[in-house]
């Protein structure tokens, strides 16, 4: 057999050492335009920013090892140019030479990745304005930085605030330069929800990072010193450099020009194997088209751990054996400065744009036993089905321990698992570590007791909209069961303050027959509150997540 491959980095690199590794005897080729076939491009903003200092360690696996441990033939600066279906071979052009030629094949794997999305505007082509994507565009922009740093004022705007321009933002403060943030959203990483990005953007900015959200580059002008970003909201700032993280798009052209079905965004059909509309040809990567596991809709995913897992899925069943890819759940995680914020599964935006009914919980844990010195706070969101208690998706935001809690609401997620699982996983104790509770056992408690009605819970978009339509309607109380000291120090604006602790004796003061929303700082006090009401005959709910969570929603 012989297996061409376009495409290194992930999916086509993984595909071809895991090919080798099931057959000996297969013909192997990998065709990558750059001349890098394997490269850590997650890595690339940290080169920028000099945490890692040599360019080598982005070196995953070069031409020569692939060559000489795997006996591949790699041909790098060579550029797919077109399919012939028919004759099943591929138009190949070298880079140097100029020289086409044709290459056969009996399968093919695509896996040309996808590239940074450059919106039509007056001067995208400048010099000045760069996208990141491969070793060669962090060459340049480290060329620009390194030159910036060099003199006064040295500015870098990056336009986009999803992970990479994020990431990157957080290098460029590392190199002393001052830097703007700009994002057509009103909010930053987009995938997850408004309100957990909140700590994110208070991280940048008391970083000294400039956030402009509701914004955009509406086009750029190179000046005598640099180059001037104009903004859809009429301000112009004199920058350095214009680094470019407003998205990507799939590099799906050859497929498509060779009538493979490829969905509405671009991205190539693919069967659970990996194979396309053509038998004889397969796709990984970030070119392709996903099953999103929890709505089971088509969606487009640019991660390397799917593109890494599709790629030796691929090669499984080029090679005959019986291996599929589940779907993908979007995964992911930033660290920016102190604060770390990481989601899994679906998002509330998601489900409500797929018309999914879910509920949510909010919990404000530390990272590990409070008692321990070094403990830190975090935000949990918890997302779930309303009838069956199915986990649908989760967001932290915080510092340490963010990770750990998404990891394991990732697999609880595949597995299929329930809010009531989540009170019942038995996870790793000691101080240091966690809590006899881990925070994932509480957001399972806090979720199964809204499903047993033994937590009844308003969210704090209801409290939103009464602050837009004038304040509490007739018939609602508000009622503030924090100590008098914390309500001093900031509350809900028309809320009553009657401590947990006193509310037994203070019943009297309660109006009978009045809804009451009961709060607390982060969902506790506000819990205990509401289970005193209602056996006392009160119609009583807790706000979830209590003022932290509120916070949020009104930074």
């Given at each position: 057999m012989k297996l061409v491959i376009v495409g290194g980095v992930a999916g086509g690199a993984s595909a071809a050492a895991r090919a080798r590794r099931l057959s000996e005897e297969a013909e192997i080729v990998v065709f990558e335009r750059g001349p890098d076939v394997s490269f850590a491009n997650?890595?690339?903003?940290?080169?920028?920013?000099?945490?890692?200092?040599?360019?080598?360690?982005?070196?995953?696996?070069?031409?020569?090892?692939?060559?000489?441990?795997?006996?591949?033939?790699?041909?790098?600066?060579?550029?797919?140019?077109?399919?012939?279906?028919?004759?099943?071979?591929i138009r190949v052009r070298e880079a140097e030479s100029g020289r086409e030629y044709d290459e056969a094949y009996d399968v093919l794997l695509l896996a040309p990745g996808a590239a940074p999305l450059k919106p039509p505007v007056p001067g995208i082509e400048s010099s000045r304005v760069l996208t990141l994507r491969n070793l060669e565009d962090v060459d340049r922009i480290k060329a620009r930085v390194d030159a910036a740093v060099g003199k006064p004022g040295g500015r870098v705007v990056v336009v986009g605030a999803g992970f990479i321009g994020l990431e990157l933002a957080e290098n460029l403060v590392h190199r002393k330069l001052d830097t703007t943030v700009v994002e057509l959203q009103q909010q930053v990483l987009p995938p997850l929800d408004?309100?957990?990005?909140?700590?994110?953007?208070?991280?940048?900015?008391?970083?000294?990072?400039?956030?402009?959200?509701?914004?955009?580059?509406?086009?750029?002008?190179?000046t005598e010193t640099g180059i001037a970003v104009k903004l859809a909201s009429g301000e112009s700032i004199e920058a350095d450099l214009v680094i470019l993280g407003v998205g990507v798009r799939p590099e799906s052209a050859l497929a498509t020009e060779a009538g493979l079905e490829v969905g509405?965004?671009?991205?190539?059909?693919?069967?659970?194997?990996m194979v396309t509309s053509d038998p004889s040809i397969s796709a990984v990567g970030d070119a392709i088209e996903v099953v999103d596991v929890v709505t089971g809709s088509p969606a487009q995913v640019p991660l390397a751990g799917p593109a890494n897992r599709q790629g030796r899925i691929a090669a499984d069943a080029i090679f005959g054996r019986a291996s599929r890819y589940r779907g993908t759940q979007g995964t992911a995680i930033v660290g920016?400065?102190?604060?770390?914020?990481?989601?899994?599964?679906?998002?509330?935006?998601?489900?409500?744009?797929?018309?999914?009914?879910?509920?949510?919980?909010?919990?404000?844990?530390?990272?590990?036993?409070?008692?321990?010195?070094?403990?830190?706070?975090?935000?949990l969101k918890?997302?779930?089905?309303?009838?069956?208690?199915?986990?649908?998706?989760?967001?932290?935001?915080?510092?340490?321990?963010?990770?750990?809690?998404?990891?394991?609401?990732?697999?609880?997620?595949?597995?299929?698992?329930?809010?009531?699982?989540?009170?019942?996983?038995?996870?790793?104790y000691a101080p240091q570590f966690g809590s006899a509770k881990d925070p994932v056992n509480m957001a399972g408690f806090v979720a199964a007791?809204?499903?047993?009605?033994?937590?009844?819970?308003?969210?704090?978009?209801?409290?939103?909209?009464?602050?837009?339509?004038?304040?509490?309607?007739?018939?609602?109380?508000?009622?503030?069961?924090?100590?008098?000291?914390?309500?001093?120090?900031?509350?809900?604006?028309?809320?009553?303050?009657?401590?947990?602790?006193?509310?037994?004796?203070?019943?009297?003061?309660?109006?009978?027959?009045?809804?009451?929303?009961?709060?607390?700082?982060?969902?506790?006090?506000?819990?205990?509150?509401?289970?005193?009401?209602?056996?006392?005959?009160?119609?009583?709910?807790?706000?979830?997540?209590?003022?932290?969570?509120?916070?949020?929603?009104?930074?």
């Open positions: 997650c890595g690339l903003p940290y080169y920028v920013g000099e945490t890692i200092p040599r360019r080598q360690s982005l070196l995953v696996a070069t031409p020569e090892r692939l060559r000489s441990r795997f006996r591949i033939d790699v041909r790098t600066r060579s550029t797919v140019t077109r399919i012939d279906r028919t004759a099943k071979t408004p309100e957990m990005t909140t700590p994110v953007v208070q991280a940048m900015r008391s970083h000294g990072v400039r956030v402009l959200l509701g914004d955009s580059a509406a086009g750029f002008a190179e509405p965004r671009g991205g190539i059909k693919v069967t659970p194997s920016l400065f102190d604060v770390t914020a990481a989601i899994t599964g679906a998002s509330e935006k998601v489900l409500r744009r797929e018309k999914r009914p879910f509920r949510k919980v909010f919990i404000h844990p530390a990272n590990h036993a409070g008692y321990f010195p070094g403990a830190v706070a975090m935000t918890l997302l779930f089905c309303p009838n069956s208690g199915r986990i649908l998706g989760a967001q932290a935001v915080g510092g340490a321990g963010v990770d750990k809690r998404i990891d394991v609401i990732a697999v609880a997620i595949q597995a299929g698992l329930t809010v009531s699982d989540l009170e019942e996983v038995e996870l790793c007791g809204l499903l047993h009605g033994d937590h009844p819970q308003a969210d704090f978009e209801e409290v939103l909209a009464w602050e837009k339509g004038g304040g509490i309607p007739p018939g609602c109380l508000l009622l503030d069961v924090r100590t008098p000291e914390e309500f001093a120090q900031g509350h809900v604006a028309g809320a009553r303050n009657i401590p947990v602790d006193d509310l037994r004796e203070r019943l009297g003061e309660l109006p009978v027959g009045t809804k009451i929303y009961c709060y607390c700082q982060v969902g506790q006090r506000g819990y205990l509150a509401t289970r005193i009401l209602l056996q006392r005959g009160f119609d009583a709910v807790n706000l979830g997540g209590g003022w932290k969570t509120y916070r949020l929603h009104r930074p």
